[in-house]
């Protein structure tokens, strides 16, 4: 059972962001870290992946849309992507990276102390795009 667990959202690739992030005490306390998608989408995503993979197995990965359409663009299952920086960063990925990144999972259950099994994804488990909303 996990006592502490960070949840990382949407990085898309600022590496400032997440070392500033990491830098937290609470961040840096936590057992493990859940990364829910969408993590290197933006400026720098070489930088940002080889970040995360050097922390080795206190991270737990989750794709994201935006992950999974990287991964796809790059290995030519689509012609574009919506987001403009996203084809350039997609391009900036080295093959191992890639590997990574197909291996994601959608979603994952964790045990963690005082809430019991606890599922974490990027939008719902079904789909990573779906929003849910309040009503």
Request: charged share 25%; hydrophobic share 45%; with cysteine.
């Amino acid at each position: 059972m996990l006592n502490r667990v960070a949840v990382l959202s949407d990085i898309h690739g600022v590496l400032p962001a997440l070392e500033a992030v990491l830098a937290e005490p609470e961040v840096s306390a936590a057992d493990r870290i859940v990364l829910t998608g969408d993590i290197i989408a933006g400026p720098q995503p070489t930088q940002v992946l080889d970040l995360l993979i050097s922390l080795g197995d206190r991270i737990v990965w989750i794709s994201g849309n935006a992950d999974r359409e990287l991964l796809e663009y790059r290995r030519g299952q689509r012609d574009s992507i919506p987001d403009p920086i996203a084809p350039w960063a997609a391009e900036q990925l080295r093959e191992d990276h890639l590997d990574h990144l197909g291996q994601l999972s959608r979603s994952v259950s964790l045990p963690v102390r005082g809430l019991g099994k606890t599922l974490f994804c990027h939008a719902t488990p079904r789909d990573d795009e779906e929003v849910v909303l309040v009503d």
